[in-house]
């Protein structure tokens, strides 16, 4: 059985789940991302990371301004995904996590419970904490929250920064979601 995922995510630590996915041979049927937003001095139309890999590999790219737009909600349906893997992107209202049977699987950048919200590798690092990690978990009604998937920590080195603690969790994470994926894939098959 081919699991149909939609993935959704918008910076650059995302592209790194994306494309595990991807070589996977998963078959992502739908790639979320922010709108292009006007940048720099000429304000070129700027991409987002995510964007950029999805075109590169041909992948069906959405760029909704608004979640709850009926004709986006009408577009993300027809796709018919199993699963959504949702990656550095922003807060889903129901309608859209709830979407499909497998339900909205979320990749945060802490260990729940610690740092939820924003910026938690950042705060990581700020806190001087010995180590942190990625939970993968089930969409929720609270933000950050819900039934925990899979949880790996890694150890903060005193030289790390944050973008050196943002290059190991990209890398964890990916294959965490993959992984997580195949739990999926099997548990279809059973």
């Not at 991302?33 to 959405?62: C, F, I, Q």
């Not at 699963?83 to 979407?99: H, S, Y």
């Not at 942190?132 to 969409?139: A, D, M, Q, R």
């Not at 005193?158 to 993959?178: C, F, P, Q, S, Y």
């Amino acid at each position: 059985a081919s699991l149909r995922i939609v993935f959704m995510g918008t910076p650059e630590f995302a592209v790194a789940s994306l494309d595990a996915l991807v070589k996977a041979g998963y078959n992502i049927v739908g790639v979320i991302t922010a709108p292009d937003k006007p940048a720099g001095r000429g304000m070129k139309m700027n991409e987002s990371a995510v964007k950029k890999y999805a075109v590169d590999h041909n992948l069906k790219v959405l760029q909704p301004e608004k979640l709850k737009n009926p004709e986006f909600l009408e577009v993300l349906k027809a796709l018919h995904a199993d699963l959504q893997v949702v990656v550095a992107f922003r807060m889903l209202p129901e309608v859209v996590w709830n979407m499909p049977r497998l339900g909205s699987v979320n990749l945060h950048g802490s260990l729940l419970p610690q740092y939820r919200g924003a910026a938690p590798i950042n705060w990581a690092v700020i806190n001087g904490e010995k180590e942190t990690g990625v939970t993968t978990f089930k969409l929720k009604h609270e933000i950050d929250t819900g039934d925990i998937l899979l949880q790996e920590s890694f150890p903060i080195s005193e030289t790390d920064n944050a973008g050196d603690v943002h290059a190991k969790m990209k890398e964890i994470g990916a294959l965490d979601v993959r992984n997580q994926c195949s739990g999926f894939l099997y548990a279809l098959s059973v």
